[in-house]
């Protein structure tokens, strides 16, 4: 018996695209208030890993200039 070949892997963002197609009329104010937290939260971890990738970039350009 042969298994089934596992699901393709979501690209990447693509979590990111399915969420803003939701329908947010589903939603109540305390679930979207819930929703705008946690984007807020996702912001503040993408931009805090943009400061890091950026730091450690000038840490490269810096050692490896003349």
């Keep these: ?24 009329d589903l939603y109540s104010a305390e679930e979207l208030n819930e929703r705008i937290e946690q984007l807020q939260a996702e ?8 400061v890091n990738k950026d730091a450690k970039r000038a840490a490269a350009d810096a050692f490896f200039k003349r």
Aim: hydrophobic share 30%; glycine share 4%.
């Design 43 to 50: 912001i503040e971890r993408t931009r805090t890993q943009l």
């Design 1 to 24: 018996m042969m298994e089934e070949p596992p699901p393709p892997r979501k690209m990447r963002g693509q979590a990111l695209i399915d969420a803003s197609r939701e329908d947010l």
